[in-house]
Each structure stands twice: as structure tokens, then as C-alpha cells.
């Protein structure tokens, strides 16, 4: 069981508040604000928050651009770690192009960019790598992870909605091609009043994968790409 579908006190209250009917209220408050100039977002200047008290106490962080507009709601991304493809600049999946046409985006149109510690889809680095082995022989990335007998997708959502009602968004646009993001924000008490398509960073490096998230459900328009590279 992951951290976001059970497994500690805060989460177990949670779970009971919503089977009584009750609304979940955040627990979490901000710990500290942070300014930074980000090169990857233009050289804009945005604002670090961490935060006490997350359902998972895990070292999630939110990185917000001002000023946005206040007539709609701010546009949001909630983007997962990825050591591999953010920081190495891996080529086998999108996540390091994902991450900066998100923080360009908000540089221009201010919002938040949520980074949230779930490695490898939520089993972890040195799982994900494990995975990377079992793709080369041509498994798809989903099913690597159910044959090291993890879930194909084990990340939650929970987190991100207290963070985002935490700093006070609770109507949001949210810039993704998951509809599973979607789903669990609403489930989860935020208004998702649109949603935002990223782009396609498809390379023959990364064609598999991506087929393997467009099977998964992920809307994605895919041309036809030599698809011999792992997923």
C-alpha cells in the first residue's frame, strides 16, 4: 500500500472523515516561502513553499509564479520526480521537456508548478531503474512495474489537493494529458474548471513510452514513429 492510498494516522482520519460524509480538511500549513530566479523558467523569478503536516509527510514542493490573473483560476501543474529525465536529461521519456514547457508556461502566464516526490510513477528510484532493465527486453513501462510486483501507476493525488488548498487554490486549470490527475483533484474536493493539453515531445528514443501512456488512457495524438527504442 502507498503512502496517498493508506498507511498512517493523518491518511486513516481522512479516510474516516470521508466515509462519515465529511468534508476532508487540510491539515498541512505552510512552513517557508523561498524566492529563486529559475533559469528553466525564462529567468523568471518564482517562489519555493514547503510545507508541515502533508498527508504523506513527504518533501513536496510548490513552485508559484506571479502575478496571474485573478478573473480566472491559476493555471497548475502537478509534475512527478523524475531523476532520470529532470536532472540527467534521460531521452527515454518526456518528463524533462514535460517540466520545462510547464515552468515557460507559467513564467509567461504566472501559476503553480507542484514537483511531487513520486519517483518512478510512486515505487521509487532504484525501482524505476529495475524497470528500465525489463524495458529493454521490450516490456512496456506499466507492465515492468507489475512484474517486480509493483502497481502500474501507484501515485495519489491527495497530497497535491492539500497543497493546493493549503496555499488557497482551490479552482484551478490544469495544464496535463492524465485524466487520472483530473479525477482525483475532483475527487478530492478542487474545482478543475479546464484542462490544458501539454505538448507531444516525441522522439524515436521515447516512441514506446509514449505508446505505453496512450494505451494507458493519456490522451495523446502520437505520428507514427520508429517504436524499436525501450519503453
Known amino acids: 500500500m502507498t503512502p496517498e492510498q493508506g498507511g498512517g494516522p493523518r491518511s486513516a482520519v481522512r479516510s474516516l472523515a470521508t466515509a462519515h460524509g465529511e468534508a476532508a480538511?487540510?491539515?498541512?500549513?505552510?512552513?517557508?516561502?523561498?524566492?529563486?530566479?529559475?533559469?528553466?523558467?525564462?529567468?523568471?523569478?518564482?517562489?519555493?513553499?514547503?510545507?508541515?503536516?502533508?498527508?504523506?509527510?513527504g518533501e513536496h514542493l510548490a513552485c508559484?509564479?506571479?502575478?496571474?490573473?485573478?478573473?480566472?483560476?491559476?493555471?497548475v501543474r502537478l509534475h512527478s520526480e523524475c531523476l532520470t529525465g529532470d536532472v540527467l536529461g534521460s531521452t527515454r521519456c518526456d518528463c524533462g521537456p514535460q517540466l520545462d514547457e510547464a515552468l515557460r508556461m507559467l513564467a509567461v502566464h504566472g501559476g503553480?508548478?507542484?514537483?511531487?516526490?513520486?519517483?518512478?510513477?510512486?515505487?521509487?528510484?532504484?525501482?524505476?531503474?529495475?524497470?528500465?532493465?525489463?524495458?529493454?527486453?521490450?516490456?512496456?513501462?506499466?507492465e515492468a512495474n507489475r512484474l517486480i510486483g509493483r502497481g502500474a501507476d501507484e501515485r495519489g493525488y491527495l497530497t497535491a489537493a492539500v497543497m493546493l488548498r493549503t496555499l488557497g487554490l482551490e479552482r484551478v486549470r490544469l495544464l496535463t494529458n492524465n485524466p487520472d490527475k483530473v479525477r482525483q483533484l475532483r475527487a478530492h474536493g478542487i474545482d478543475v474548471t479546464e484542462t490544458l493539453p501539454t505538448g507531444v515531445h516525441l522522439t524515436t528514443d521515447n516512441a514506446r513510452y509514449l505508446a505505453a501512456k496512450a494505451r494507458s488512457g493519456h490522451h495523446l495524438s502520437l505520428p507514427t514513429l520508429d517504436t524499436e527504442a525501450p519503453a
Open 112 to 142: 503553480a508548478l507542484l514537483y511531487l516526490r513520486q519517483e518512478g510513477r510512486g515505487i521509487g528510484l532504484y525501482n524505476k531503474l529495475d524497470t528500465y532493465l525489463l524495458q529493454n527486453d521490450g516490456v512496456d513501462t506499466f
Open 64 to 75: 508559484l509564479f506571479a502575478p496571474w490573473d485573478d478573473t480566472d483560476p491559476p493555471l
Open 25 to 57: 480538511v487540510p491539515a498541512a500549513t505552510v512552513r517557508a516561502r523561498v524566492p529563486v530566479t529559475l533559469r528553466r523558467a525564462l529567468g523568471q523569478r518564482a517562489e519555493l513553499v514547503t510545507f508541515h503536516g502533508l498527508p504523506d509527510d
